[in-house]
């Protein structure tokens, strides 16, 4: 009998019938040009801006694979968070290319282990890298061949010891719940809390609220905004700040400058995290052009009184992250480098960073005394501007820190 | 109206799903092995690490434990066998110990082969 | 001339053509954006049946978990994120103390049952009383849940109830950490009787409990209780001059809507295999949500073919806008917006066109009551 249902149900097979012809036809009749791919996931620009102009660095050298290059690039949501199944959808996707020899993910979201899993499930030569885990260690390390993190553990006492080295009394540490459940960023404030009682630094944790909560990035930068001044009033001018979020760095940065107070570095530090909008800086003639970049902050921020009293990393970590580990997959593949040699993903992070110095180890669960083959940990040295380099990577950090909980 | 009967009923189910979550928890509870071949000391006795071993629990792959090392397993349940080859240096199996054990809900055992080639009833012990 | 002709003669008039298109907007959008984005996407048939599989098996239990209380008369029941948070709850147990495959799944659906009949229960209790506007209040009260359940799990385990396994515990000493393994019950449902038909891997248990849910569904329409449900759904006072307990049955509607989320969120995440601890319910009201809307249900209709028909759609819609934005833009980030975009768009459509088509309805009622 037909009726209003069936006829939907008939449109609804046709559909699917035709766009499958159809999907297969397409497979078939795309040219490809480049021997192998490297399939490469970042977020988008609103979400981690330098995470995907690292994989647009990576196009422009090797090529889109629309076009016959190596390189295929996709950004996972926006709301991650929300929207698991999408990014392992996502993720799983790239797989489905016979010419895929490695796998990327910067940043490693949430589903990023499942999306390895079922990649692994199908196929067993492709090469699955993670940068920067959101899950955790342990969890990522069972299905990832390589995860590169920045150094959480050593920055924890890094950090606090530049703070001093600049001038601070007091270390503000501003974060939320959602981020407190990461043991990354957890166990950091842990050796952050010891490091400032060791070297005579008052700690102090104050919460704001997460931007993906029901306020919304939005709301979130607003308690920053507001909050600063009157945190920089109670805690006095000598006081150094800390956000573990990317949302809160703008405004954070744009109090200091007014009130005073310092800002060591970023969570994932680069000079254009939080500082061309907080200063309103112009980028035009310095694009892509880290060095350039580097220089015109700094101007900026001397020219606002504020020499010494900011720092970052001189290239961006995510930017460097993303073209450093593509470029290492590129270099496993084609045999001159080994996947799990911290020497050759430092040389191939080096390629992107001239000049900087880097150093790194493998990571150590605390609570299992686990060692890991396939995690690395990494850090660069801190600029600060006005001021120049640091020197953090020649630091060596005594190895008490090493076993806080 | 809720009647003396459906009250009985009521209770009947709790009780038959408290049940059935127990039998589910003891047949799907896993267990994590450490096989270890080292040097023991299990009260007065003290064992040196025994030759390499095979090792086969139910059926699964062969886990090479080899003298002075350790490895790991898992099993389900609380029933199980395992077949103990033991090797010479060429590789070749010169004995074979087979021993059936019952697992109790704990979550991690350690085997130490040398106790389990000198039949020591402690081979097996909760960590 | 036959009846079959009278029916096809009747369908045809452009009165009845348009009534149909508006009745069907939602679905039949998703269908013709769907036709275009499938080749643009450029994947290939046999994994777009595999992911559609997958999702089907994974989400057909938590969208059926919306019907009873649609026929109930208290709409989308956003509430349903309380009883995915009971599920978790019960996977952190079931994943400390080991239990692996298919036992674990069930203990897990066991041990969450009592917690999520508790949580049912204060739902329901609240929407009683904010009859009229049982959805909002749903929904926030899914955010309020949202923080007691932080408070639980990432404050309370670990220092007041006690886990055991230290890879679930953040180093700090308590809170459980923010993405648990589920390798031990990972894809046991799924995996546990497989054949492949074709490139499509078909897992037999799971279809069998979504079968048996459906059956569950219509059995359920006709016993007393969900014909009670039926006659609160369409008339409150009716049903209460009529003698039916109206704000017992409404709870009891509740109830079950989320003792079954719980199940359906714990059939989830044995086929994630990753359990995001502060995340994974979030998803599940809107999207479960969504996908019945796209199927054609409305808030106060709904069958089971609106929810198979729904996921598919819907989620079909997810697996190919992205690459196809993607292809058809030639950037990746805009190829994400213009998925944000469709997907979204087209619900806030459906909920447009929902509105639009109740007031269009309702005219048309009063039009046949003047005789027109």
């Known amino acids: 009998m037909i009726n209003k249902n069936s006829i939907l149900k008939i449109l609804l097979f046709i559909t699917l019938s035709v766009g499958g012809l159809f999907s297969s036809a397409t497979q078939a009749a795309i040219a490809k040009k480049s021997k192998y791919h490297i399939g490469v996931v970042t977020g988008t620009v609103s979400q981690s801006e330098d995470d995907l102009r690292g994989a647009e660095e990576l196009i422009r050298r090797y090529g889109n694979a629309s076009s016959g290059g190596m390189i295929k690039h996709i950004t996972y949501p926006d709301n991650f968070m929300q929207e698991m199944e999408t990014t392992i959808s996502q993720i799983v996707g790239l797989s489905d290319d016979s010419k895929m020899k490695a796998i990327v993910v910067q940043q490693g979201i949430p589903g990023t282990t499942e999306a390895f899993r079922r990649i692994r499930k199908k196929n067993k030569d492709i090469l699955l890298i993670v940068g920067e885990t959101h899950e955790d260690p342990l969890v990522i390390m069972t299905a990832s061949d390589l995860t590169v993190n920045n150094d959480f553990v050593s920055r924890g006492y890094l950090i606090i010891d530049s703070a001093k080295k600049l001038g601070a009394k007091t270390f503000v540490h501003i974060s939320f719940p959602r981020h407190m459940s990461y043991e990354t960023l957890s166990r950091r404030k842990a050796i952050m809390q010891q490091a400032s009682a060791d070297l005579g630094l008052k700690f102090v944790f104050e919460t704001a609220p997460d931007p993906v909560s029901d306020v919304g990035v939005a709301g979130a930068q607003q308690f920053i905004l507001e909050k600063v001044p009157a945190w920089i009033k109670k805690y006095g001018k000598d006081t150094a700040f800390f956000c573990t979020n990317d949302a809160h760095t703008e405004p954070l940065l744009k109090q200091i400058i007014t009130h005073g107070g310092y800002f060591v570095e970023a969570d994932l530090p680069s000079p254009l995290m939080g500082y061309p909008g907080a200063l309103g800086i112009d980028f035009k003639d310095a694009k892509g052009d880290f060095k350039k970049i580097l220089k015109t902050v700094e101007r900026t921020i001397v020219k606002r009184k504020g020499a010494g009293r900011f720092g970052t990393w001189a290239y961006s970590y995510g930017f460097t992250a993303t073209a450093g580990l593509g470029e290492h997959a590129k270099n496993v593949i084609e045999g001159k480098s080994k996947l799990k040699n911290l020497p050759d993903i430092m040389k191939a992070y080096g390629k992107f960073t001239p000049s900087a110095n880097w150093n790194g180890a493998f990571y150590t669960d605390n609570n299992t005394g686990i060692k890991a083959n396939n995690f690395i940990l990494i850090y660069q040295d801190t600029y600060i501007f006005g001021k120049g380099y640091l020197n953090t990577t020649d630091i060596k950090i005594p190895s008490k820190y090493y076993a806080i909980k | ?127 | 001339m036959t009846t079959k002709n009278l029916q096809l003669k009747k369908l045809l008039t452009l009165d009845n053509a348009a009534h149909l298109l508006m009745r069907n907007t939602v679905p039949i959008l998703f269908i013709l954006i769907s036709a275009m984005a499938i080749p643009l996407s450029e994947f290939s048939f046999s994994y777009l049946s595999q992911e559609l599989m997958t999702r089907l098996i994974r989400n057909s239990f938590l969208v059926l978990s919306l019907l009873i209380p649609i026929i109930a008369g208290m709409g989308l029941n956003f509430g349903m994120v309380l009883g995915a948070m009971a599920g978790q709850v019960g996977l952190i147990f079931v994943t400390d103390w080991n239990i692996v495959g298919m036992p674990g799944v069930f203990l897990a659906m066991i041990i969450s049952t009592p917690l999520a009949i508790l949580l049912g229960l204060i739902c329901g209790i609240i929407l009683n009383k904010a009859s009229g506007k049982e959805m909002v209040t749903g929904f926030v009260l899914a955010f309020f849940a949202q923080g007691v359940y932080q408070l639980v799990v990432l404050y309370g385990m670990g220092a007041i109830i006690p886990i055991e396994r230290l890879t679930l515990v953040l180093s700090r000493g308590y809170g459980i950490r923010n993405t648990v393994n589920l390798i031990g019950i990972r894809s046991s449902l799924d995996s546990a009787i497989s054949f492949d038909l074709g490139p499509v891997p078909i897992p037999v248990v799971t279809l069998f409990i979504i079968a048996l849910f459906c059956l569950f569904v219509v059995w359920f329409r006709k016993t007393k209780l969900g014909q009670d449900m039926k006659a609160i759904g369409q008339d409150m006072h009716v049903a209460e001059a009529a003698g039916i307990r109206v704000l017992r049955t409404r709870i009891i509607s509740i109830i079950i809507s989320t003792v079954l989320a719980c199940w359906g969120q714990i059939i989830y995440l044995q086929n994630m295999g990753t359990l995001n601890t502060y995340n994974s319910h979030e998803q599940i009201g809107m999207f479960s949500i969504a996908a019945l809307l796209v199927g054609g249900a409305t808030v106060s209709k709904a069958q089971i073919s609106h929810v198979f028909v729904g996921v598919i759609l819907f989620h079909l819609m997810f697996i190919v806008s992205p690459m196809a934005g993607k292809n058809l833009i030639g950037s990746a980030m805009l190829g994400e917006y213009f998925r944000g975009f469709v997907t979204y768009g087209v619900i806030s459509a459906a909920l447009v066109v929902h509105a639009w088509t109740r007031f269009k309805t309702n005219q048309r009622q009063r039009q046949h009551l003047r005789g027109n």
Request: glycine share 6%; no cysteine; net charge positive.
């Open chain 2, 1 to 127: 109206m809720i009647t003396h009967r459906m009250k009985l009923f009521q209770l009947g189910l709790v009780l038959t799903f408290i049940a059935i979550g127990s039998i589910l928890f003891y047949v799907g509870k896993g267990h994590d092995l450490i096989l270890e071949n080292k040097l023991i000391t299990i009260g007065p006795v003290t064992y040196k690490a025994a030759p390499s071993i095979k090792l086969i629990i139910d059926d699964q792959k062969a886990i090479p434990v080899n003298s002075g090392f350790a490895n790991k397993a898992f099993v389900v349940g609380a029933s199980h066998s395992l077949k103990a080859q033991i090797l010479d240096d060429a590789g070749a199996v010169i004995k074979v110990i087979e021993k059936k054990f019952k697992l109790s809900l704990h979550n991690s055992f350690l085997i130490s082969m040398p106790a389990l080639v000198a039949n020591d009833p402690k081979w097996i012990k909760e960590i």
